[in-house]
């Protein structure tokens, strides 16, 4: 008597790199290893090390599962590249300097066939002053939009129809596109058990810089979107910071928010379908 159960859908995981030559390997190994069926399209940013050639061997010793994509630009131009480029029903997202529990695409099916987003956990390890500082969140319709792209995972009509990421944003890309598809009336599953990793930043110059980009991202969400921290208690932001990385972290985060109202904060990003439509077409 046959099944019937029916078999898994395919996932396209995507993945946007540049100079990762020292975590890449690990991440496509963990990848290999997943649930099937799936596919990995890894869209490769003008790198200065080995990132694209690491990329190419695994798409030679692996034709059928890996695709090596060159693609300059941003991680939302980067992204929405490797959409296009892919097959599967679902797409998923994680980062170059992640690497994947071997049952993370098992998991996101699982929250995939109760919501067309699903959203996993993400775990920092590495040097742990760097790395397990709280995010700050902020919910939209009861949901949290701030689950990162480095554990994602859309449904590939909605993210089609929401035009995917935004180009023009440097960070919070996925934020605006998570916003995005909450306001169309779309849910966000949290997944738990779906676990990636993420490799701490190698040292506080790192991590300033990407606390500066994050803040300078916060503000492109305000232009596009108005204003989203109406209902956010800014005494929570100050009294949850505890030690001095942290205090680091927060003053790097609120000088990219600076930045970005010295040098473009004027222009407002339009609150329509994104120029990633257009992109797409």
Same mark, same amino acid.
């Given at each position: ?26 991440? !496509? ?22 990132? !694209? ?22 991680? &939302? ?21 992640? +690497? ?46 701030? +689950? ?13 129809? !929401?035009?995917? +990421? ?18 169309? &009336? ?51 932001? +100050? ?10 972290? !927060? ?13 473009? &904060? ?16």
């Amino acid at each position: 008597m046959g099944s019937d159960v029916a078999p898994p859908s395919l996932i396209s995981v995507v993945i946007t790199v540049r100079n990762e030559e020292q975590h890449l390997p690990a991440l !496509l190994d963990s990848l290999l290893t997943q649930e099937a069926p799936f596919e990995i399209v890894v869209v490769e940013s003008e790198s200065r090390d080995r990132t !694209l050639a690491i990329a190419q061997e695994y798409e030679r010793r692996h034709p059928e599962l890996v695709r090596a994509l060159p693609r300059p630009g941003s991680r &939302g131009i980067g992204r929405n590249a490797g959409v296009r480029a892919a097959r599967g029903e679902f797409v998923a997202f994680i980062d170059g300097d992640c +690497f994947a529990d071997s049952q993370w695409l098992h998991n996101l099916r699982r929250g995939l066939a109760h919501a067309p987003i699903a959203a996993g956990e993400t775990v920092t390890v590495g040097r742990s002053r760097y790395g397990r500082l709280g995010r700050v969140e902020l919910f939209q319709s009861g949901y949290d939009v701030t +689950f990162p792209s480095c554990n994602l995972a859309y449904r590939r009509a909605l993210f089609d129809a !929401l035009g995917g +990421f935004d180009p023009r944003f440097i960070t919070a890309e996925d934020i605006d596109l998570n916003l995005r598809a909450v306001r169309s &009336g779309a849910s966000i599953r949290y997944v738990p058990e779906a676990i990636v990793y993420h490799q701490a930043r190698s040292n506080l110059v790192r991590f300033l810089i990407q606390a500066f980009w994050n803040g300078y991202g916060r503000k492109q969400l305000t232009e596009k979107h108005g204003s989203l921290w109406e209902r956010y208690r800014h005494r929570r932001l +100050f009294s949850g910071q505890q030690g001095v990385i942290a205090w680091a972290r !927060l003053a790097a985060a609120m000088t990219g928010y600076f930045a970005r109202v010295a040098t473009g &904060g004027g222009h407002r990003l339009g609150s329509g379908r994104t120029a990633a439509a257009a992109a797409a077409s």
